[in-house]
């Protein structure tokens, strides 16, 4: 579980997040807003990228300050644009930074490559380069190098904003498939209908947590 | 050294290199070796990034060069171009970088003017103090030639040190604390 | 593209990166301190017959020197009219056989492997505060960087183009460096995300 008590986050003077207290428990949670309404802060957060100004963010009871390594190899975090998340020059490589982080011996490293690049029907590329890749595989790269380090939850900040429309559904049934808690920021509504739990993030204050049936609406009215 | 730190070391060496791909400004009707962009990677990385990460963003390259990478413009790259006639120059950017990084950094107020001086003392005066020397024993030229060549650059290299000074005073503003 | 290595099974490939850089180092200085034409027209010549042993057309050859014609010429031109043409033919030519010389074991060593022993070399500076592992996180960084580099100078250039800008270097310039420091800044989030040290 990920706890959020009396969270709150600025920038110098400039205050981005206010006074934010939420457990997340549930399986499936999106997180929608305005575009600076907070989202990305608030993802941030989560796994010790950012870290409160005021307030505790905790991760299966480790603190994002204190503890940030152990909250770090819980929470793995996908981002908008995975150009930037894609470190290494080739697609094998990369995928084996997090793991050579973790400390994972080289047989490992080696066979959870494999696993993850057959799931996704991409062994023909492991020794690809990176940045060749079409956009809908480099993003599942990016999600894939996440996946290896086997993290309990995966926080994900507008993972499809860069893509067309099959491949954003692609990613969203690649999503749905995970066992991992996900934290899904995005304005992909269809893709959340279904989720157990919405977000609504509006001036950096939590508007609205409900069902999707209840907080799509609201978010809707919200932007009219 | 943060992981930031790192990213912008290479970041620099990148820019350095993709400055190499950009084409070369020929001149004095094709007379001369033409001018190329690449000297501004010094010059931005030692007034961007100061003079210790700087001065290794310009370590690496030169290590890279040295290791056959053909990150030079127009594709050069190896230990051969480093004894040749330019080597002195290119061997020169690490302590430019710093040079410039050092002063910029201590000064970091100063008015554009200075800002420029100061670029311009370690991209123009002290690259050339280490790389002129090199070439006139090197290519058997003797002092005095080898000045008479490097005349044709100084052009050019004042065009980068106003570009330099330009960029390096805007990304200090949009990133104050890079 | 960086990576200039042609492939092959010729006894120069299969020589470690790390004495074949050292063979470099020293046939390099060698011709250096020796000042004699016939001995650098030789030595021109026996590099490249190296290159026949490593199968390496002659075409791959000139390519190497050709981007520095150039500065042949010039140094050729300089050299004659200045101290005759015995020093300038020794002049261009020693130039020649080093670059030959070192672009042969660029073109038989992959890159990968010449990190690899950079960073296994690196090894022995770890006293004086030297991170082998931050410096080849720092090359294989600034590989990937390059591209990225080119393709955010043409999106950039097309944006000003709209706006008649794309002549104006500081316009180009200016978002180009910017959009690179902000892709920095995303680079190191995501490799502090993914559980690096620093
Ligand atoms: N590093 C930063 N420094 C200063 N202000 C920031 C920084 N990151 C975000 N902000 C500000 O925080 C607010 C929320 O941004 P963000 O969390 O990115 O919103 P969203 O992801 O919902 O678009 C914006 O006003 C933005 O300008
Ligand atoms: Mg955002």
Redesign the interface.
């Known amino acids: 579980m990920i706890d959020l008590k009396n969270v709150s986050l600025s920038f110098g003077d400039h205050p981005v997040l206010h006074n934010i207290s939420l457990s997340l428990s549930e399986r499936r949670i999106a997180v929608i807003g305005a575009n600076g309404s907070g989202k990305s802060s608030f993802a941030r957060l989560l796994n010790g990228l950012a870290l409160p100004t005021s307030g505790t963010v905790s991760v299966d009871g480790f603190d994002t300050k204190k503890q940030g390594k152990d909250v770090r190899g819980r929470v793995g975090f996908v981002f908008q644009n995975p150009d930037n998340q894609i470190v290494f020059p080739v697609v094998e490589e990369d995928l084996a930074f997090g793991m050579k982080n973790l400390g994972l011996d080289k047989a490992t490293i080696a066979t959870r490559t494999t696993e993850i690049l057959e799931r996704y029907d991409m062994q023909h590329l492991r020794e690809h380069p990176a940045h060749l890749l079409s956009g809908g595989q480099k993003q599942l790269l990016a999600i894939s190098g996440v996946l290896v380090m086997a993290p309990a939850y995966v926080v994900l900040d507008e993972p499809t904003t860069l893509l067309d429309l099959r491949n954003k559904r692609r990613i969203a049934r690649v999503l749905n498939a995970l066992d991992q808690t996900i934290i899904h920021v995005t304005h992909d509504l269809d893709q959340i209908a279904d989720y157990d739990r919405v977000i609504v993030i509006d001036e950096g204050r939590v508007a609205c947590d409900a069902t999707p049936a209840k907080a799509i609406p609201f978010y809707q009215e919200l932007m009219a | 050294?943060?992981?930031?730190d790192?990213?912008?070391?290479?970041?620099f060496?990148?820019?350095t290199?993709?400055l190499g791909?950009m084409p070369p400004i020929a001149f004095a009707g094709?007379?001369?070796?033409?001018i190329t962009a690449q000297s501004l990677g010094v010059m931005?990385a030692g007034s961007v990034l100061g003079a210790k990460r700087g001065g290794y963003a310009l370590l690496?390259f030169v290590?890279?060069v040295a290791?056959?990478?053909?990150?030079l413009s127009?594709?050069?790259?190896?230990?051969?171009?480093l004894?040749?006639?330019?080597g002195g120059f290119i061997l020169a950017w690490p302590i430019c970088a710093a040079v410039i990084g050092h002063l910029v950094h201590k000064n970091a107020n100063a008015n554009i003017w200075v800002t420029g001086g100061m670029i311009a003392f370690g991209g123009i005066l002290v690259m050339y103090t280490l790389g002129i020397p090199w070439m006139a024993v090197v290519?058997?030229?003797?002092l005095d030639?080898s000045l008479a060549?490097m005349v044709a650059y100084i052009p050019g290299d004042l065009v980068k040190v106003v570009?330099a000074t330009?960029?390096a005073r805007?990304?200090r503003r949009?990133?104050p604390n890079? | 593209m960086l990576d200039l290595y042609t492939p092959g099974t010729s006894m120069l490939h299969r020589m470690s990166p790390g004495p074949k850089m050292a063979a470099l180092a020293i046939a390099a200085t060698a011709l250096f301190l020796q000042e004699s034409l016939l001995v650098t027209a030789l030595a021109v010549v026996a590099i490249l017959a190296l290159y026949r042993v490593a199968n390496i057309p002659m075409k791959t050859a000139l390519a190497q020197i050709r981007p520095l014609m150039w500065i042949f010429v010039i140094f050729f031109a300089v050299q004659w009219y200045f101290s005759g043409l015995t020093l300038a033919a020794y002049v261009v030519l020693r130039l020649a056989a080093l670059i030959l010389l070192a672009s042969l074991v660029t073109l038989t060593t992959r890159a990968s492997d010449m990190i690899d022993s950079m960073t296994r070399a690196l090894r022995l500076f770890k006293p004086i505060g030297v991170n082998p592992d931050k410096v080849s996180l720092a090359i294989s960084l600034a590989l990937r960087f390059i591209p990225v580099l080119g393709r955010i100078a043409t999106e950039v250039r097309e944006a000003q183009k709209t706006r008649g800008l794309e002549r104006s270097i500081i316009a180009v310039a200016m978002p180009l460096a910017i959009r690179a420091i902000k892709m920095a800044d995303d680079v190191s989030d995501a490799i502090e995300s993914r559980g690096y040290r620093s």
């Open positions: 050294m943060t992981i930031k790192i990213v912008y070391i290479a970041l060496v990148a820019l290199a993709a791909l094709g007379a001369l070796p033409p931005l690496l290590a890279l290791m056959g990478f053909p990150l127009g594709g050069r790259g190896g230990f051969g171009v004894l040749g006639t330019s290519g058997k030229l003797g030639k060549i570009l330009v960029i805007g990304l949009a990133y890079i």
